[in-house]
């Protein structure tokens, strides 16, 4: 009996489609060890010009001392800023700001380029904020333990590489690595990098923060407002 020619073209048809799922599957496992090699190569490359950078630092620090005079590192690029107080009594004009930041409720935390507009921004907000310089190493923490990327306006977790790939591929910000590096040194396309992280939802530290001291400048023994380089602990209790 003769296969009816129906059959036969749809039998024709399911070889085709599982013989392109099959190249397909194979392309995939080629790029994502591709991808894979080129994230490590990556990694070790930043790496090597983070320490290249401290080092530089540490002997420039010992040359400065040696020769009686003082050493005065370079200005801050990028600021952690975290949102410690809830709406009420926010005015309109520190409100916009706040949007503008990003900082839509308590504990979101979103990184900012400092320059002259965005730190009177954030004297503007002070009482409202607390912020500071973080250290690489915090922002690498907040990328892996609490980092979500925006892809068509979704909260995607940045499970794996691909994620950021998706979203930032087109910038050659292809994995975690690269994009921790664009972020740490302010690089050409920070903006995409910083809008395409989504603000980090942290926690309340152990303790919480007092109704009293929330309402006092960090200077005056409270928690709002500029902590410096001590931002780096509070993230610590609050990841």
């Not at 002259?116 to 004297?123: D, H, K, Q, V, Y």
Request: hydrophobic share 40%; aromatic share 6%.
């Amino acid at each position: 009996m003769k296969t009816p020619e129906s059959v036969l073209k749809k039998q024709a048809t399911q070889a085709k489609i599982a013989s392109d799922a099959a190249a397909a599957a194979v392309a995939a496992r080629k790029e994502k060890a591709a991808d894979k090699k080129a994230a490590i190569a990556n990694a070790e490359k930043y790496a090597a010009e983070y320490a290249a950078a401290e080092k530089a630092e540490i002997d420039n620090r010992r040359k400065a001392k040696a020769e009686g005079g003082f050493y005065v590192p370079a200005e801050p690029k990028v600021a952690l800023v975290i949102r410690i107080r809830g709406i009420i009594g926010v005015s309109p004009k520190a409100k916009k700001v706040m949007q503008l930041f990003r900082l839509r409720q308590i504990h979101n935390a979103t990184l900012v380029r400092l320059n002259e507009a965005t730190i009177r921004m954030l004297r503007l907000i002070e009482p409202y904020v607390t912020y500071g310089i973080p250290t690489r190493a915090t922002i690498e923490k907040l990328v892996y333990k609490r980092g979500f990327g925006k892809i068509n306006k979704q909260r995607i977790p940045i499970a794996d590489n691909s994620v950021i790939k998706e979203g930032l591929g087109e910038y050659g910000i292809n994995c975690c690595a690269d994009l921790i590096h664009e972020i740490v040194t302010v690089g050409p396309n920070f903006k995409q990098a910083n809008n395409f992280l989504w603000p980090f939802k942290l926690s309340s530290p152990k303790g919480g923060f007092s109704r009293k001291t929330k309402l006092l400048h960090y200077l005056e023994g409270g928690e709002a407002g500029n902590r410096g380089e001590e931002i780096n602990k509070l993230v610590k209790k609050m990841l």
